[in-house]
C-alpha cells in the first residue's frame, strides 16, 4: 500500500510540476514591450491546407530590442504569415518587405504594463489552483488509504510531505509572476 501512496505522490508532484510548465509557456506570451520570439510560439500559419505552427515555416529571429524578424523558407508563405498574425489579434501590424516580415513591438503605456501585471497575476493563480487541485487528489487518496488500513502516523508524514511540495510549488509560481511583473513594469 505505502508503494501505491509513493506513486500517487508522485503523480501528484508531476502534476504540480506540468502546472509550473504551463505557466512558464503562458507568461512568454504576455508581451513586456521588448521583442521577445516568445509572443510568436503559438502562432500558426496555413501551410498547404494543414495549419502548421510558424517556426516550421519560417526562420524567427529579434533584430534589436523592439523588432522580430520573420523570414519565411518560400516567399509564397509572406502573406499567410501576415494573415495569421492579424487573425491572432496580437497588436502588432506587420511590415512586409517582399523578402521578411518585421514587427515592430510598440512601448506600452502605463495603463497597458498594469493590464499586463494584473493578467500575469490571474495566470499565477490559475496555477496555484491546478497545485491545490494536484494536492487534494493526492491528500484524499491517502486518506482513504488510512481508512482502508495504512497506518495513520506514516498517512500524516505523507500529508505533511505532499504540504511541504505544494508550498515549494506556490513559492515557484510567486517568483515567476514577481519576475515578470518587473519585467512589464520595468520601463
Known amino acids: 500500500m505505502s508503494d501505491t501512496i509513493d506513486s500517487i505522490q508522485a503523480q501528484g508532484a508531476a502534476q504540480m510540476e506540468l502546472a509550473i510548465d504551463h505557466l512558464k509557456k503562458e507568461l512568454t ?9 516568445g509572443l510568436l510560439d503559438g ?16 526562420n524567427v529571429g529579434i533584430a534589436d530590442a523592439r523588432t522580430i524578424t520573420i523570414q519565411p523558407w518560400e516567399k509564397s508563405m ?3 504569415i501576415e494573415q495569421s498574425i492579424f487573425a ?11 523578402e521578411i516580415i518585421r514587427l515592430s513591438i510598440p512601448p506600452l503605456t502605463e495603463e497597458r504594463r498594469r493590464d499586463l501585471a494584473k493578467q500575469a497575476k490571474n495566470m499565477g493563480e490559475e496555477a496555484k ?14 486518506k482513504k488509504s488510512i481508512k482502508d488500513g495504512f ?15 505544494l508550498h515549494h510549488h506556490s513559492e515557484a509560481v510567486d517568483h515567476l509572476i514577481a519576475s515578470k511583473e518587473k519585467d512589464i513594469m520595468t520601463v
Open 151 to 165: 497506518p495513520e502516523d506514516m498517512g500524516k508524514r505523507k500529508e505533511a510531505e505532499v504540504d511541504k511540495l
Open 88 to 98: 491572432a489579434n496580437m497588436g502588432i501590424t506587420p511590415m512586409n518587405d517582399g
Open 78 to 80: 509572406l502573406s499567410k
Open 43 to 58: 502562432l500558426l500559419v496555413d501551410y498547404y491546407g494543414s495549419n502548421t505552427p510558424l517556426s516550421q515555416v519560417a
Open 29 to 37: 506570451k504576455i508581451r513586456t514591450g521588448k521583442a521577445s520570439t
Open 129 to 142: 489552483v491546478a497545485l491545490r487541485h494536484a494536492r487534494h487528489k493526492v491528500i484524499d487518496f491517502i
